[in-house]
Structures are given as C-alpha cells and as structure tokens.
C-alpha cells in the first residue's frame, strides 16, 4: 500500500521553509508519496530565486534510517527536469534544512518528527570554552552492541561568529577511538573535544557516573 496525501488548497500547496536575500525555499505538501512497507516518502521542494527563476528537486527520506536522497532536479516553471542524481543516501543532519524538510513531510503524514526539533534542552552541553561551545545530540545514540560502537551527533558553536555546524561520529568504546562519518578513524586526544564527545557519549550509554 503506498499513501499518496494530497491537499486540494493550492494556495496552502508549498510550505515555506527558509529565506535569505536570493532565494526562498518550499515544500510541496500536495504531492508527497510515501510507502508503509518501506517506510520511505517522496516529495518535492523548491527554490524561488529573487531574478524568477524556480528551481524544483524530489528528494527520498528514509525515516527509519533517518536519511535523504537527491533524486531529480528540474526546472518548476517548465516541468523540465534537468538532471537525475545518482548519489546515495546521506544522514539527516540536526539543525540543517534536510531536517526541516524532513519534519515538514513527516508533519504531514502525521508521523513522528526525525529528530525532536521541538525540543529546546534537546542538545546536551559537553565543552564550553570562551571561543566554542560543544554538545551532543542526547536524544538519538544509536548503539550497536555487537561492535561495541556508538553514533553521535555532535554541534559546535562558535561564539564569536554565531557560526553552527553539526557532525556526525563514531565512538569505539573498545579501543577509545573516534571517527567523524565518512572521515579517518584516529586515537583520542586528551582534553580536546573528541574526548568530550566520547566520554559524554559513553556515559550516557553505560550510565556511567
């Protein structure tokens, strides 16, 4: 069984996302298709440029796993799709537009949000120094315990620009390793902020005092 949700109000059709001085970003919330069986939908947003032109991509979010894939990109005034992507699925990062694309379309099939963005406390403080702030996505560790591992998200936030990015890690409880995803695995270097996250990580795991 696959749920197509259509809404009829085309003037409520295209959720507002995000703007800045080029462009503005929507979600179409009248052609979203998702599969139960899967547990995967597929939908469509789009770009609305200050010069007129409007960019349209279909994106696949995969809610179990928490990721997205880039399928298409095509040209929303003509219908004329552009390009086909190839690519594999990539994390959901938190704070990132791909989760507020996430959140709209799981919003409107009623199902739970990727992560809990309406949660102000839900980033755990784990450093703190006068030029950076560093937490942890406390909510969602996803522990395997076959390999004794543990993937984390982490945030950094620069003081001094205001400036946000969010990573994804690997923590090996087995030989205190930490790989950022997609990256080289490396030892952990004392008081720096991999050992935060990994400590941070490890405690809340094995509850830990």
Not at 18 to 36: G, H, K, L, W
Not at 59 to 87: P, R
Request: aromatic share 14%; net charge negative.
């Amino acid at each position: 069984c696959i749920l197509t949700l259509t809404s009829y109000a085309n003037e409520s059709r295209w959720y507002w996302i995000n703007s800045d001085d080029r462009a503005s970003e929507f979600v179409d919330t009248q052609q979203i298709i998702y599969d139960p069986t899967t547990d995967i939908a597929r939908f469509w947003s789009k770009f609305v440029y200050t010069d007129g032109m409007e960019l349209a991509t279909q994106y696949e979010v995969d809610f179990t796993n928490k990721t997205m894939k880039e399928l298409c990109l095509g040209d929303a005034k003509t219908g004329v799709i552009k390009q086909y992507s190839h690519g594999r699925p990539s994390p959901i990062a938190p704070e990132t537009r791909f989760e507020k694309l996430a959140d709209v379309v799981a919003s409107q099939l009623g199902k739970p949000l990727i992560f809990d963005s309406s949660n102000a406390h839900r980033w755990m403080l784990v450093k703190s120094t006068p030029k950076e702030n560093v937490y942890i996505l406390s909510e969602y560790l996803d522990y395997d315990t076959q390999d004794n591992t543990c993937h984390v998200w982490a945030k950094f936030v620069d003081n001094d620009r205001s400036y946000v990015s969010t990573t994804q890690y690997i923590c090996y409880f087995t030989d205190e390793t930490i790989q950022p995803v997609g990256f080289n695995r490396f030892p952990i270097m004392p008081n720096s902020n991999f050992e935060a996250i990994f400590n941070a990580t490890k405690k809340l795991i094995f509850k830990t005092q």
